[in-house]
């Protein structure tokens, strides 16, 4: 067995905060195990070590800070486990119903022309039985090949999984790399993908605010041509963003300038960001905040490198239930039925490992 899974359980065990992740398409699994279950915090991103921040930019971002903590890295083999696939039905009518009307609310807001775009979420609880942590974390790295795969924990915050497809950033020296993601469908083996309006006018406003956001600290922006991508039994549109960190701009400015993107939050962001707040019937916490190393050492280039994700398509556990975070992005084309259903599609990716 490996070292990482052995310390995962000896951690969880143990109340001892960890990290193990892996990066997509990698065969490599990573570990931060703490020696301690101190809570440490970041607010410049100078420090060594990975980050777990919240929705909510104003609130703290946890640190794992590399010098309290045992970091290992160790190829990935798995058994073939069967991974549960199971016909789990989905949320009551009552949340059904809470969900609708939100939306219908928010496209009233759009009609009014006070946003372009709110993304829109809910949380659903799911009854577990003779749960495993390090099971469902074999289970989410099975299935989810192209994503980036993590459990996290902490005894005084709680225990995360997450398989998300979104890169919020990556950065070496000045050279940073992020993403606009935004449209989903359910993948149907259709050679040929037709998007909508909808999604593609929504993708494009996430890569036009990222351009706005990064050309007063950064040059030599680079967009590429929109794609689509698949995450589970989904698609998605991406488009890649490559550019050079100005020589008096900082690793924070550069993630303040990009969290929360529109492809989480909106447009104009902090009216969507008010919006939310006052109207999802829950607190988001860590769902649709980021996570991933900042400044830990590359040995091979001898540099130093920062990959964030965007926590999407993730899960938090306690006292057998897990509460699983999905949502969408609301314009002013979209339908409050369909948007519904494009929850219930999300939900199962994380339901497919419980």
């Not at 970041?42 to 980050?51: A, C, D, I, L, R």
């Not at 104003?58 to 069967?82: G, H, R, S």
């Not at 050679?191 to 050309?215: A, G, R, S």
């Not at 590359?298 to 306690?318: E, H, P």
């Amino acid at each position: 067995m490996s070292i990482i899974f052995n310390k995962i359980e000896e951690n969880f065990k143990d109340n001892i905060p960890f990290v193990a992740y892996r990066k997509p398409n990698s065969d490599l699994v990573s570990a931060f195990l703490m020696k301690d279950d101190n809570l440490y915090f970041t607010s410049k991103f100078t420090e060594n070590g990975f980050v777990f921040a919240p929705f909510n930019s104003e609130e703290k971002t946890i640190l794992f800070p590399k010098q309290n903590a045992y970091f290992t890295t160790e190829k990935l083999v798995l058994d073939d486990e069967f991974v549960k696939d199971e016909g789990f039905t989905s949320a009551e009518n009552l949340d059904k119903k809470i969900h609708l009307c939100l939306v219908e609310k928010a496209l009233d807001v759009i009609n009014n022309n006070e946003l372009k775009k709110v993304v829109l979420s809910r949380k659903e609880e799911v009854q577990i039985e003779n749960f495993d942590v390090l099971t469902t974390f074999k289970r989410l790295l099975q299935t989810y090949q192209n994503a980036f795969v993590y459990v996290w924990f902490h005894p005084k915050v709680g225990l995360w999984f997450g398989a998300t497809p979104e890169t919020l950033l990556h950065i070496t020296k000045a050279n940073f790399k992020t993403m606009s993601l935004a449209g989903t469908q359910v993948f149907k083996n259709a050679k040929e993908v037709v998007w909508k309006n909808k999604e593609l006018e929504e993708q494009q406003l996430v890569t036009d605010f990222i351009k706005h956001q990064l050309n007063p600290i950064a040059s030599d922006l680079q967009i590429d041509k929109t794609e689509t991508i698949k995450a589970g039994n989904l698609l998605h549109l991406r488009t890649k963003v490559e550019g050079v960190l100005n020589r008096n701009s900082s690793l924070e400015q550069l993630i303040r300038s990009l969290h929360p993107t529109p492809a989480v939050c909106g447009v104009p962001r902090e009216t969507a960001k008010k919006f939310i707040n006052k109207n999802e019937n829950y607190k988001r916490t860590f769902y649709t905040g980021f996570l991933g190393e900042i400044n830990v050492q590359d040995s091979v280039f001898n540099t130093q490198n920062s990959q964030l994700y965007v926590n999407l398509r993730c899960m938090s556990i306690q006292d057998k239930i897990a509460s699983i975070y999905v949502g969408g992005g609301i314009t002013k084309d979209s339908n409050a039925k369909k948007e519904w259903e494009e929850t219930v599609s999300k939900s199962k990716t994380m339901k497919k490992v419980l």
